[in-house]
């Protein structure tokens, strides 16, 4: 079995697929989501999403707020921006980390860190 996952940002579909497993930060704390799993809706946070494809390599994205639903073996996941590693741009998500920091916004830095961290360049 495996579960039907969809990653979708506020302009499009980022990916879709079938996978064995997913994970992605909640409200309450990183979450894993096997087949078989409870029916759930959550609230997404700024973070790294994991998805690991019934076939090929796992599928990582930076999601900022929004929501993950499970029910019946179907995972959707719904953020306002979505990026995979080879959308984010380093400079500009340095920079966009570094205006949060300025601002004392700590829901922009928490998107910004997610990009980073994407990419291997947390700090």
């Keep these: 079995m495996?579960?039907?996952?969809?990653l979708v940002s506020a302009d499009r579909v980022v990916w879709s697929g079938e996978a064995r497993?997913?994970?992605a930060r909640t409200a309450e704390g990183d979450l894993g989501v096997?087949?078989?799993h409870a029916p759930l809706l959550s609230l997404l946070v700024p973070g790294v999403v994991r998805i690991f494809p019934t076939d090929g390599d796992p599928v990582e994205a930076a999601v900022s707020e929004g929501f993950i639903s499970?029910?019946?073996d179907r995972v959707s996941?719904?953020?306002e921006d979505t990026f995979l590693a080879d959308e984010v741009d380093e400079a500009e998500a340095t920079a966009e980390l570094d205006r949060a920091r300025a601002a004392d916004d700590e829901l922009a830095v928490?998107?910004?860190e997610a990009k980073l961290r994407l990419i291997g360049k947390a700090s």
């Design 110 to 112: 928490r998107r910004a």
């Design 70 to 72: 499970v029910a019946a």
């Design 2 to 6: 495996s579960l039907q996952i969809e």
């Design 34 to 36: 096997l087949t078989g």
């Design 21 to 23: 497993e997913v994970i």
């Design 77 to 79: 996941i719904l953020s």
